[in-house]
């Protein structure tokens, strides 16, 4: 089996949850504090929010959409929230683009409800990151079976789902490292597709294992000796 | 001032099986660059309430990572904890006059405990507002600062909060239970969750038998729906407002409703409160007052497991752990949206929310009639706590704090 000359690098990341100054009772000032807030912030109630949530798998997306469903009340304004996919962001300032343009354009239709009341207000926080390495490294197909058995969840979404945002690429780490370091582009491009929406973190991972494991059985079988014709 | 002994110690590994050994590994890795670093925590009681709870269950395991940590009570006279009773119900909004009295007294303690209490630690967390103003103590500047307000700050008497305000912005961070619990300070605020043990006594796995024989000891009928709420006899708490929604269920389910709270003998208001509940009970066999001695973790926990739906239909709330204590025993909880609740009942997904009396029977009926969705309702519940409410995410949370204020800006 192929040995990468750049190993796999497990990380741990760990967040603390900053409350921010901006809050919202309404839809209208929702707009204001999703135009003004810090890009911790929109990365905090969309993709932090969808780790800590993970084991919902129908029904939640982001904090933004929870809110205009159970607070503000606006079935259609959740729909829209939530059909944000985050695996489509390589960028905060897209992310953050599309929210506003979907409220924007909700309150334009809308305009009776741009100033309604809410059960309760939405409070703006911001993600404060804290990283470090797990002590675990991958260079072959083994090892790096390993090490995803052996991570976190926050592990497991910081390589997964957040990559995209460092590497700037429709991809994960995992999947990158995969193609880049071992040449398995297929492989890759499957781990790619797990829906992080409709698993959980732990069945998302499940998933995964399972299709290393069976590329490692792959790569047994055509290494093991041939019969003789003889 | 009395330095704590640290409580028994549950080995780390032992929560392996319940959170996951990656998630135990991860702990490792956060302590890693802590080892040796000294911790002070600083709180005004050791026993009972929830912040010595929480305590004596994260000491042990931040001290097996490593840490060189300490438990420091506050200790004062009955004006000490008098003034501070007052000021605690002040800053949750309780009508208060202001007497320059109390002022001089909360000073005059401080200065007694700072002079014994050890604040040379690298990290220094005060619990509440009882030893805030410590920190005028503070002994370097290379040291960190943290308060931590377990209460509800939303609507706080302004007098006591200008008192208070003299301290806060001194320190390096606040930290707070909810966001809507924060104030406007200019120093970072961060949110952590309380959390529960779920190896302790109040929440880990109990034999069947055990269970019955608490129902049987209480004469509740195991076989019958069973709603419960779990909270002191407190007018906040409303147990006549859970007494009403009980009875509008009870026109079209045969169950039973058990009220249960540690003794109200010693709490003029408790023993009150418990009276007008016994008023509005009267007559009906299937209504459970039940007072508990002061420490009866392993009742609480057999009466929730047994329970066929959890109430939690409190006017104010603090955090509300008796919230997460049902879910993580997957039972579907039917609680007030107020405080720390919406934070632990995601609406539909985790339990339900409701806002009024009729509410709460409402959607205590909808449950009873749909067990599946209870069902579902429990189980993500449990979930939820797991993630985000153990006492091993506590930990990993000021494991966090502590690395990012320390960390080279």
Redesign the interface.
């Known amino acids: 089996m192929n040995a990468a000359e750049t190993p796999f690098e497990f990380f741990t990341v760990s967040y603390l949850t900053k409350i921010g100054n901006q809050s919202a009772g309404n839809l209208e000032e929702l707009l204001t504090g999703l135009e003004q807030c810090s890009d911790a912030s929109i990365f905090h109630h969309t993709f932090q929010t969808l780790s800590a949530h993970h084991f919902l798998t129908e029904g939640f997306s982001n904090d933004f959409a929870q809110w205009a469903l159970v607070d503000a009340n606006r079935d259609a304004l959740a729909e829209q929230f939530a059909a944000l996919d985050i695996r489509d962001y390589t960028s905060i300032a897209a992310l953050r683009e599309d929210l506003c343009r979907v409220l924007r354009d909700f309150i334009t239709e809308n305009p009776a409800f741009g100033q309604q009341e809410a059960l309760d207000r939405f409070y703006f926080c911001e993600s404060v990151e804290v990283t470090a390495p797990f002590s675990l490294t991958a260079t072959n197909l083994d090892q790096f079976r390993d090490g995803m058995g052996a991570i976190s969840h926050a592990s497991f979404h910081f390589h997964f789902v957040t990559s995209r945002l460092r590497l700037q690429l429709r991809t994960n780490d995992f999947s990158y490292w995969l193609a880049d370091s071992l040449g398995l582009t297929n492989l890759a491009e499957t781990i790619n597709r797990i829906d992080i929406y409709t698993n959980t973190l732990d069945s998302a991972r499940s998933k995964m294992l399972r299709l290393l494991d069976r590329e490692r059985r792959k790569h047994e079988h055509s290494a093991s000796p041939q019969p003789n014709p003889a | 001032m009395s330095t704590l002994q640290v409580p028994s110690r549950i080995p780390l590994d032992d929560y392996s099986p319940v959170i996951?050994?990656?998630?135990v590994?991860?702990l490792r890795?956060?302590a890693?660059?802590l080892a040796g670093r000294s911790v002070v925590m600083i709180n005004s009681t050791a026993v009972g309430g929830g912040v010595a709870e929480i305590l004596n269950r994260l000491l042990p395991l931040a001290e097996e990572l490593g840490l060189n940590i300490r438990w420091e009570v506050m200790t004062g006279g009955e004006d000490f904890f008098e003034v501070t009773k007052s000021f605690h119900n002040a800053l949750h909004g309780a009508p208060y006059h202001s007497e320059p009295s109390h002022f001089e007294i909360y000073r005059a303690y401080t200065e007694k405990n700072a002079k014994r209490l050890p604040l040379d630690a690298e990290f220094a967390v005060i619990h509440d507002p009882q030893p805030a103003g410590l920190i005028g103590h503070r002994q370097s500047g290379k040291n960190h600062w943290i308060w931590r307000c377990h209460i509800d700050l939303s609507h706080p008497n302004a007098a006591v909060w200008n008192f208070l305000a003299n301290f806060v912005p001194r320190y390096d961070a606040a930290v707070?239970s909810s966001?809507?619990f924060?104030r406007?300070l200019p120093i970072?605020?961060?949110?952590f969750h309380p959390a529960i043990d779920p190896l302790s006594e109040k929440n880990r796995e109990l034999p069947p038998e055990f269970i019955l024989d608490v129902l049987a000891r209480y004469n509740i009928d195991h076989l019958r729906p069973i709603l419960t709420q779990i909270s002191r006899f407190d007018r906040l708490k409303d147990p006549v407002g859970v007494i009403r929604a009980y009875r509008i269920v009870r026109r079209y389910f045969d169950c039973q409703l058990v009220l249960a709270g540690g003794s109200a003998s010693d709490d003029p208001e408790g023993a009150a409160v418990l009276k007008e509940a016994q008023q509005a009970a009267a007559g009906d066999p299937d209504i459970k007052l039940l007072e508990l001695p002061a420490w009866a973790p392993l009742e609480v926990n057999a009466l929730q497991r047994a329970s066929t739906i959890v109430m939690q239909k409190s006017l104010r709330e603090g955090f509300g752990l008796t919230v997460s204590e049902a879910l993580w025993k997957k039972k579907p909880v039917v609680a007030s949206?107020v405080g720390g609740i919406?934070t632990q009942i995601?609406?539909?997904?985790t339990g339900l929310?409701s806002?009024s009396v009729e509410g709460t029977a409402y959607q205590i009926r909808f449950l009873l009639s749909h067990p599946e969705i209870a069902g579902r309702l429990g189980e993500?519940g449990h979930?939820?706590v797991?993630?985000?409410f153990l006492i091993t995410q506590n930990l990993?949370?000021y494991?966090?704090?502590f690395?990012?204020l320390s960390?080279p800006c």
């Open positions: 996951g050994a990656g998630e590994t991860e890795t956060l890693k660059p707070f966001p809507e924060a406007q970072p605020q961060y949110l949206a919406p995601i609406h539909k997904h929310l806002h993500q979930m939820h797991k993630e985000n990993k949370r494991l966090t704090l690395l990012k960390a």
